[in-house]
């Protein structure tokens, strides 16, 4: 695939300072196109679909929102965490999706491990296989996500 | 040998420095729309120089449209009527705009560039917000991730209990340009030297983290302000107050103004925290609830620690007001919601469930 000028503003938007303060792209010098194609190939591998792990993600978001910033409980398998700020986030490809900001946090009870995001991140992986750069903060790795999240 | 490398070096060279000139010439007469006219309301009329966005066009002259984002295009608050042709709306508008917005020509001022004489509708209070120069005068931790800031100002503001500012902080390390945020003041309105703001810790926030991490006492900010139309509303209804958080601030200031007003009204105050740390203003609460004898603050923890030692409600907010109004009569009663989106939906299912209607349930509109 080739990084088309269009991917280039997008990029553009996606670092520190643009939309949020620490943006979407970490230190991660990569063009917007080679990061998307390599988190593609690694969920192709997991045998998953962004779809899958965006719904997973978006499910854990909405039993944690029950809590109003208390931990939830989820199936014996996770503890989630939401807090909820004011305000919305606009997807960094500017085609009109507005995101609420939002911060979850799962952590998984056997493994002990735990993942932040947002909701972007559940926009940004499902309509834009985009899972943000090496070094974001919220950079979701596939296949640790996917392991943390029980998908695999 | 030398001469056959340089000429044409020269040539590329100059034939480059041709076309970025073509260019920048072609940039400056294409973006370049001299002067335009806005006129407001059918009345006022701005000769302003064109090219930028409504807003901050707007803001040039003195005329402050509310905005939570500082015209990023992430908050959809500053919509303003426009009676002339500017485009069609962008992508960037659409989310925000209702069907009926759209076929009243509704715009965000942010989004739309002012290239040619615009004509727009403004509600007419908007005349008297006012641009504020404040000094930092204290900054106090009221929990771990809440801080009490003063901001005092050149001049007085007066402003109604529950109304919110926009407190604007400078470009710092990877941000870029000014940002704007708004805020609900915790001062009452009494208090006429510069406002109190409650300010949590949002993480990444671009502003919190700037007043958390780099602000000081004595450092000069930008504020605009008053906005907003969340303010306790003229009845005898019994009034039901919730918040959670930095949603204390409108509501401190209602009940700090009904204290010097002597509203006597029968009100409860519901405000849920997560543990003991992260309540606040408990003395005062509580010492208003004696100087007033039908105001009642019942604070409520979903999650007490072991060494909160707490006695007092527990359980989500929302099961404590439900609780609370099943065990009471149907009374004539207004909400007044402050927190985070999600719980002042639930707080709405809550009251309306409770007989409370809709039209009387007020919250802030900048979430």
């Given at each position: 695939m080739k990084q088309t000028p269009d991917l280039v503003k997008v990029q553009e938007n996606m670092r520190a300072g643009q939309i949020t303060g620490p943006g979407f792209l970490g230190n991660d010098e990569r063009n917007l196109v080679d990061i998307i194609s390599e988190d593609t190939l690694k969920v192709e591998e997991l045998g998953l679909t962004n779809e899958i792990i965006a719904c997973k993600l978006e499910m854990l978001m909405h039993q944690g929102e029950k809590g109003f910033g208390s931990p939830v409980n989820v199936?014996?398998?996770?503890?989630?965490?939401?807090?909820?700020?004011?305000?919305?986030?606009?997807?960094?490809f500017r085609h009109g999706h507005l995101s609420k900001k939002v911060n979850i946090n799962v952590r998984n009870l056997s493994t002990r491990k735990e993942i932040d995001y947002t909701p972007i991140s559940i926009h940004l992986i499902r309509e834009h296989g985009f899972y943000q750069g090496k070094g974001s903060i919220y950079r979701l790795d596939p296949v640790e996500t996917a392991k943390l999240l029980e998908l695999i | 040998m030398a001469l056959q490398i340089f000429i044409p070096a020269l040539i590329v060279g100059g034939i480059s420095a041709f076309l970025a000139a073509v260019l920048s010439i072609a940039d400056a007469l294409v973006n370049n729309y001299g002067q335009v006219r806005i006129t407001v309301n059918g009345s006022k009329t701005y000769e302003v120089k064109g090219g930028s966005t409504l807003l901050s066009t707007l803001a040039d002259e003195k005329i402050f449209i509310p905005s939570a984002c500082g015209g990023k295009g992430s908050c959809g608050l500053c919509k303003v009527k426009v009676a002339s042709d500017v485009g069609p709306i962008l992508p960037t508008e659409l989310p925000y705009l209702t069907p009926k917005e759209k076929k009243d020509n509704v715009r965000l001022s942010c989004q739309i560039k002012v290239k040619s004489d615009i004509s727009i509708e403004i509600p007419e209070e908007l005349f008297s917000i006012r641009e504020y120069i404040s000094e930092v005068s204290s900054i106090k931790d009221v929990t771990h991730d809440i801080k009490e800031v003063f901001f005092e100002f050149d001049d007085e503001i007066k402003f109604r209990?529950?109304?919110?500012?926009?407190?604007?902080?400078?470009?710092?390390?990877?941000?870029?340009?000014?940002?704007?945020?708004?805020?609900?003041?915790?001062?009452?309105?009494?208090?006429?030297?510069?406002?109190?703001?409650?300010?949590?810790?949002?993480?990444?926030?671009?502003?919190?983290?700037?007043?958390?991490?780099?602000?000081?006492?004595?450092?000069?900010?930008?504020?605009?302000?008053?906005?907003?139309?969340?303010?306790?509303?003229?009845?005898?209804?019994d009034i039901i107050f919730i918040a959670g958080g930095s949603g204390m601030a409108p509501i401190k200031s209602i009940i700090l103004d009904m204290r010097e007003k002597g509203i006597d009204r029968n009100a409860y105050y519901f405000f849920g925290a997560r543990s003991k740390r992260d309540l606040f203003y408990l003395d005062m609460l509580q010492s208003i609830e004696k100087e007033m004898p039908n105001f009642h603050f019942i604070p409520a923890l979903s999650e007490p620690l072991p060494e909160d030692n707490w006695e007092g409600e527990t359980g989500l907010i929302t099961d404590v007001v439900d609780r609370y109004l099943s065990s009471q009569g149907a009374l004539e009663r207004e909400g007044y919601l402050c927190g985070s989106p999600g719980m002042i939906n639930a707080c709405i299912s809550v009251l309306t469930k409770h007989n409370i209607p809709e039209d009387k349930i007020f919250f802030d509109k900048f979430g």
């Open positions: 199936d014996n398998t996770f503890i989630v965490i939401v807090e909820e700020s004011r305000g919305y986030i606009p997807c960094p | 209990a529950g109304q919110y500012v926009q407190l604007i902080v400078p470009q710092y390390r990877d941000i870029k340009g000014e940002t704007m945020r708004a805020y609900s003041m915790s001062s009452q309105p009494s208090v006429r030297n510069g406002v109190e703001l409650l300010i949590r810790l949002v993480p990444n926030g671009i502003v919190t983290t700037y007043v958390h991490e780099l602000m000081k006492e004595g450092d000069s900010v930008r504020v605009l302000g008053p906005f907003g139309d969340f303010y306790l509303r003229e009845s005898g209804a």
